[in-house]
């Protein structure tokens, strides 16, 4: 089992941290602590992260006391598989709606066609959702298409643009500046206010691309 470290980030709050690299046997066990740590008298809320775990605690919380509760917690805790739901993504590749995709390929020494190839194939888990209201943080990019991110973000990054940032895959709910790189689109609407729950995934789904067509 991974050690754990947990350090306060205010006077009501402790995140709980795991050595990287963020993989799915953890998250699973995050998401199991983060239900345990939810039981205990003295929290607030637990709002699981990617490879973390920040406890909210109320008011009258001693930190030192419940930094002790949650080592005491942690290995006690088993691997939590949670049944998701299974989505497809449709996504054009390339052109206008992949500005990157040449770029990433260019980076890889391969061509635009693997790329997409080596993006479809993988079946990937929502580790988190963040950054934006139906973000989802995907777990199981393969090594061979880590890529970095953009050294000086774009200004505004289109709704429904599938990137990829390093080590993570996702699609953007909603127009915002970026730093990943665009290889895709989907028409997909990821957030809606008029759906319950408003997000398309939730953590613990799991995901595939599905290339509609590549544009060259």
Known sequence: MSAIE?????????????PPPAVLEKQQRLWAFADAVQEMPQTAEAVTGMNNLTVFLHPDADLAECTQALYALWPTVSVRRKQG????????????????????????????????????????????????????????LPEHLHTPRHAVPRTEVPAGSVGIGGSQTGVYPFASPGGWQIIGHTDIALFQTASYPPTLLQAGDTVRFVAERICL
Do not use: N
Request: hydrophobic residues 40%; contains cysteine.
């Open 85 to 140: 739901r299974h989505v497809e993504i449709p996504v054009i590749y390339g052109g206008e709606y992949g500005a990157d995709l040449a770029e990433v390929a260019e980076f890889h020494a391969t061509t635009p066609q693997e790329i997409v190839r080596r993006h479809t194939e993988p079946v990937y888990t929502v580790f988190m959702m963040g950054f934006q209201p139906g973000f989802p943080y995907l777990g199981g």
């Open 6 to 18: 947990i350090t306060p980030i205010s006077e009501s709050a402790l995140v709980c941290t795991l």
